[in-house]
């Protein structure tokens, strides 16, 4: 089990260039996440939340603030493997099996052969894809795909795992078994995540707390915590304490939104 790692987010600031001068994107946000704690971030369309998880994962630097991981900066935990990323798409090369697929940011670091394929093979196992490991992206379900992104970042064992909206794209139903399924992987790995979501149930689902952003420039304006037991199963969605905490999330999210007038077309 790889140990996680905290991450720390002190004034952060981050704005666009367009062709009325900067656009401001986020303003001062601060925040802390301990390592191995499961963080989700919701907040109006444009609001930053996207732009947040690429700055902690050294792809944006900012305007002014600063984000630590560990003892590194945002770039230096990005050069040095700490973060793994998973976005809405899979983004599978489909000439590639699915272990070939979670190869792939292996054979670019470097890595021997037959390392490099026992990570694969385990990771896969982890995500319960063993079995489909020689299976092309076109014979893989939208959520099977997933899984084969979630075990492509899995893959070089990162102490941060960052996820941007991954399962947004999926139906309902198999959503859930997603949701389900990331958090046992979740709580083998060790891992610290910061999960984007439009999604409130899912949010008061995965996470031990719920981060709300404004409208643009996305500000900080609530922190909720989770008071839900864990484990957690779908069982939990037709209980009234958590349809409770996901009333309490979507009235922090309508005041999110009231918090400014700016437009919502953030790049």
């Known amino acids: 089990m790889q140990a996680g790692a905290d991450i720390t987010i002190h004034q952060l600031s981050i704005s666009y260039a367009s062709h009325s001068g900067p656009l401001p994107a986020l303003q001062t946000i601060s925040t802390s996440i301990a390592s191995g704690e499961f963080v989700a971030i919701i907040g109006p369309s444009g609001c930053g939340k996207s732009t947040l998880l690429r700055a902690v994962g050294g792809l944006l630097a900012p305007d002014s603030g600063q984000i ?5 900066t945002a770039e230096q935990a990005r050069r040095a493997r700490t973060v793994g990323f998973v ?6 090369l489909p000439w590639h099996t699915a272990v070939q697929n979670v190869e792939l940011p292996l054979r670019l670091f470097g890595w021997p052969t037959a390392r490099r394929q026992a990570a694969a093979w385990h990771v896969l196992a982890l995500v319960g894809l063993e079995s489909f490991a020689r299976a092309y992206p076109y014979q893989l379900s939208g ?23 991954p399962f947004g794209a999926l139906d309902e139903i198999t ?9 046992q992987v979740w709580s083998s790995t060790g891992c610290s995540v910061l999960f984007v979501t439009h999604s409130l149930s899912e949010a008061a689902f995965l996470a031990d707390r719920v981060l709300v952003l404004s409208r643009r ?22 209980q009234e304490e958590f349809l409770r905490m996901v009333a309490q999330l979507r009235h922090h999210l309508h005041a999110g939104i009231a918090v400014s007038a700016q437009p919502e077309d953030a790049p």
């Open 87 to 92: 976005f809405q798409q899979a983004v599978l």
């Open 143 to 165: 959520g099977m795909q997933q899984r084969v992104a979630l075990a492509r970042a899995l893959s070089f064992t990162p102490s941060v795992l960052l996820m941007d909206e």
């Open 217 to 238: 420039p996305g500000q900080l304006i609530a922190d909720i915590p989770i008071a839900l037991p864990r484990p957690r199963s779908p069982a939990l969605l037709e």
């Open 68 to 72: 630590r991981i560990g003892s590194q």
């Open 175 to 183: 959503r859930e078994q997603m949701n389900t399924e990331l958090l």
